[in-house]
């Protein structure tokens, strides 16, 4: 069994930063890409951040330069540094990753419960 728990949000001023971190736990034999998305109610689920196992990194227009996502292997962590947050980053921030769990040979996509992230005055 596989779980992914995050933590990290709240309410936060426009301009202010939050980071949220979700960490993987089971029986876990490797991670390929984890990953950040966002959905606000009756909008499509965003993909805000990507991270590769070695490190590569790719994010949406929208939170380039403002947004830095990152990972510790050794802890199976994934982070997402918010800074210079504005109103429409409102929403509830869900971890993805890609993990191959012992005993299996393929690698499944799992989430986190979410974490809801509040940027307002």
């Known amino acids: 069994q596989v779980q992914l728990v995050e933590s990290g949000g709240g309410l936060v001023q426009p301009g202010g930063s939050l980071r949220l971190s979700c960490a993987a736990s089971?029986?876990?034999?490797?991670?390929?890409?984890m990953a950040w998305y966002r959905q606000a109610p009756g909008k499509q689920r965003e993909l805000v951040a990507i991270?590769?196992?070695?490190?590569?990194?790719n994010y949406a227009d929208s939170v380039k330069g403002r947004f830095t996502i990152s990972r510790d292997n050794a802890k199976n962590t994934v982070y997402l540094q918010m800074n210079s947050l504005k109103p429409e980053d409102t929403d509830v921030y869900s971890c993805n990753a890609d993990i191959r769990y012992s005993g299996s040979v393929y690698y499944s996509g799992y989430w986190g419960q979410g974490t809801q992230v509040t940027v307002s005055a």
């Open positions: 991270i590769s196992r070695g490190g590569g990194t």
């Open positions: 089971g029986s876990i034999f490797s991670i390929n890409n």
